[in-house]
């Protein structure tokens, strides 16, 4: 009886660990799934942005808008600088 319930544990020992060892590395997978996805959610809408922005400068009209809106900017900033 002593034998069979040892044996029996001898043989269960190693299919017990297997199955934390294997739950463990399955949850840090998930994990690591979750955050990687988010990451690449996050990429895809940067890429979006910086798209939009290549295609704003792409043209010279939009470039010459650009220029003037910061020229606008600076002006208003270098009055503000002779009030100071």
């Known amino acids: 009886m002593r034998i069979t319930l040892i044996l029996v544990v001898l043989f269960t020992l190693p299919l017990v660990n297997s199955f ?4 463990i590395t399955l949850v840090k997978n998930i994990s690591e799934y979750v955050y990687l996805r988010q990451k690449k959610q996050d990429l895809i809408c940067k890429k ?8 704003t400068f792409n043209s010279s009209a939009s ?3 650009t220029i003037k809106e910061r020229i ?13």
């Open 48 to 55: 979006q942005d910086l798209s939009e922005r290549i295609k």
């Open 20 to 23: 934390f060892v294997n739950t």
């Open 72 to 84: 606008k900017l600076i002006e208003a900033n270098e009055i503000l600088l002779k009030l100071g």
């Open 63 to 65: 470039i010459k808008r």
